[in-house]
């Protein structure tokens, strides 16, 4: 078991265009979650999943983002038409039942 | 709406010195109250959690219900404590479709001196 992978760790792109990022939890895990982390700050929910179900949205997904997790395994947050706030990190984490949350290295976004 | 205070951004100590590192917390229901720490260029990891009573790397934290804190505390920090640390909370409810989201505070980053 190699933890929860996400890709790509970094990603660098022009303001208005779109990206993708995936995560691939810990297998056993039906529970996944998306995390945000700015500059100084500690992360913040994103959205939540469990198995292939979107059961909750923070508002500050806005409706750029989208995320997926088509058959309850790997998952992916999709931002179209990027903005400059859009810059950070972005962290997937995953569980099962009351088990605490594992998290990966995170995608580093910057908007050029 | 739920909310972590960690009061300090930066916090050094010298090898040997006992060290605390604050989280206050607010909830309206039962929390359940987590450390996670982050060495350089190393990914967030748990330290432990208030409901496993355990003492990690000889760190230990006590839920404190009146005063909303959950302190993390270790008697003699070593050169290799020296990390981001964070408190974070969730929600303790056990339903199925329960998120049980974390709340993080902004962090502390602690760094121990030789």
């Known amino acids: 078991d190699t933890g929860v992978s996400q890709n790509p760790r970094h990603k660098i792109t022009k303001r208005g265009q779109n990206v993708t990022f995936r995560c691939d939890p810990i297998s056993e895990h039906n529970r996944l979650y998306w995390y945000r982390q700015t500059l100084g700050q500690g992360p913040e929910f994103l959205t939540y999943f469990q198995n292939e179900a979107q059961l909750e949205k923070s508002r500050l997904l806005s409706d750029r983002f989208s995320a997926e997790r088509p058959k309850g395994s790997f998952s992916t947050l999709e931002i179209q038409r990027t903005e400059q706030g859009d810059s950070a990190m972005y962290l997937c984490?995953?569980?099962?039942?009351?088990?605490?949350?594992?998290f990966g290295d995170g995608t580093r976004l910057s908007i050029l | 709406a739920q909310r972590v205070t960690q009061p300090e951004k930066l916090l050094s100590v010298f090898k040997g010195a006992p060290v605390e590192l604050k989280c206050n917390y607010s909830y309206s229901g039962s929390p359940e109250l987590f450390w996670y720490v982050q060495y350089s260029r190393q990914r967030l990891q748990l330290l432990l959690r208030?409901?496993s009573r355990e003492s990690i790397k000889g760190f230990t934290a006590d839920l404190n219900k009146g005063e909303t804190s959950f302190h993390l505390k270790k008697p003699f920090a070593q050169e290799e404590d020296s990390a981001m640390y964070y408190c974070a909370l969730s929600s303790l409810v056990i339903s199925s479709g329960s998120a049980r989201q974390l709340t993080f505070g902004s962090g502390t980053q602690l760094t121990v001196l030789p």
């Open positions: 208030h409901i």
């Open positions: 984490a995953s569980s099962s039942g009351l088990k605490p949350q594992h």
